[in-house]
C-alpha cells in the first residue's frame, strides 16, 4: 500500500544545519506509479538531486508563495519505457517541493548558459539562490 | 538499474498503465497533462503555463498548468465551468481551455506566449475537462 515516502535532504531555511525529511506524498507516488510509469521510475532521479543537491533555489511560484526547487544531475534517467539513457550535460533535473516540504514536480530543465546546474532563466523565474554546493 | 526504491512498497498496486488525461496535483495546485509516457524537458512560458518538450525528440507532448486555486478565486468555478453542466445544479467540471484562457489573459500578449498557449490549445487532449470535485489543494 502506497504511503508517504521520505528523503533526506538539506534544510532549504538552514543549509548548514541538520538535515530534514522532504516528502513524497503517496497519493504523488501511487498517480505516478499507475499511470505515468517514466516518471515514476526517474522518481529516482529526483531521490538523488534531493540526496545530492547542487542548486537550491527559493521563491518558485508567484500565486502560490514559498516552495523551493533543488537541482542537480543525476547520472542517468529513464527517457522512455525501458530507455536509461545518461543524463544529458546540458539539461539540469530539478525537483520542486512545495512550502510544506511535500514534492510535487520532478523533471529536466534547459540550462543556464553560465551556471550549467541552474535552470535557464532562474533569476526571473524564483525570488533567489538560496544555497549552493561547494563540491 | 537497481531495484527501485519503491517497489516493494507499490507490490500491490497492480500493473502500471499509461493515461493521456490531465489530472489535478493537489501538492503543487497544478493540472499536468502529458500525451505521451516520455520523459520531458520543461519550457516554461510564464509565470502560469510551463510546456513539457519530450526528451526523445523535443516534440510537445504536454504542459503544467499552475496557480490554479488563484485563477479559481479570481473567475470562480462558475467562471471555468463546462458550459453544458453550468446551469445543472452546480458546476461539476472545469474547462482545461477555459484555465488557460484565463491564465493567457494574466500576461502581457507578446508573440511567444501566444505561439505557446496555441501549441497546447492544439493539443490532442482527449479529455478536456476536470472534475470540479478533483481541485481540492492538498
Known amino acids: 500500500m502506497a504511503a508517504n515516502c521520505a528523503c533526506e535532504t538539506i534544510d532549504p531555511n538552514n543549509p548548514t544545519g541538520p538535515k530534514i525529511d522532504a516528502i513524497f506524498p503517496a497519493a504523488y507516488l501511487l498517480r505516478l506509479y499507475k499511470y505515468s510509469p517514466v516518471d515514476y521510475e526517474n522518481l529516482r532521479a529526483a531521490k538523488y538531486v534531493l540526496e545530492n543537491p547542487k542548486r537550491i533555489f527559493f521563491g518558485v511560484r508567484v500565486f502560490n508563495q514559498g516552495g523551493w ?33 511535500q514534492v510535487y514536480e520532478c523533471r529536466a530543465e534547459y540550462t543556464d548558459a553560465v551556471d550549467p546546474l541552474c535552470p535557464v532563466d532562474w533569476q526571473n523565474r524564483y525570488r533567489g539562490l538560496t544555497w549552493k554546493s561547494t563540491s | 538499474m537497481e531495484k527501485h526504491f519503491l517497489a516493494d512498497m507499490m507490490a500491490g498496486e497492480g500493473k502500471p498503465e499509461f493515461r493521456a488525461e490531465p489530472w489535478y496535483n493537489p501538492y503543487g495546485d ?109
Not at chain 1, 81 to 91: G, L, W
Not at chain 2, 35 to 48: G, N, S, Y
Not at chain 2, 86 to 100: N, Q
Open chain 1, 69 to 101: 526547487c533543488y537541482t542537480g544531475h543525476p547520472a542517468e534517467w529513464y527517457i522512455k519505457e525501458r530507455a536509461i539513457v545518461p543524463f544529458p550535460k546540458d539539461r539540469v533535473f530539478a525537483v520542486y517541493v512545495n512550502p510544506n516540504l
Open chain 2, 30 to 138: 497544478c493540472i499536468v497533462y502529458k500525451m505521451a509516457d516520455e520523459a520531458v524537458v520543461a519550457d516554461r512560458i510564464d509565470e502560469l503555463l510551463t510546456v513539457y518538450n519530450s526528451a526523445v525528440d523535443n516534440r510537445p507532448i504536454g504542459f503544467q498548468i499552475k496557480g490554479v486555486q488563484a485563477t479559481i478565486r479570481k473567475l470562480g468555478l462558475d467562471g471555468l465551468a463546462v458550459a453544458s453542466e453550468a446551469d445543472a445544479g452546480g458546476v461539476k467540471s472545469i474547462s482545461i481551455a477555459a484555465l488557460l484562457l484565463a491564465a493567457y489573459e494574466e500576461g502581457e500578449p507578446t508573440l511567444a506566449r501566444r505561439r505557446a498557449y496555441a501549441s497546447v490549445m492544439e493539443c490532442s487532449v482527449k479529455k478536456r475537462t476536470i472534475p470540479a470535485d478533483d481541485l481540492q489543494p492538498a
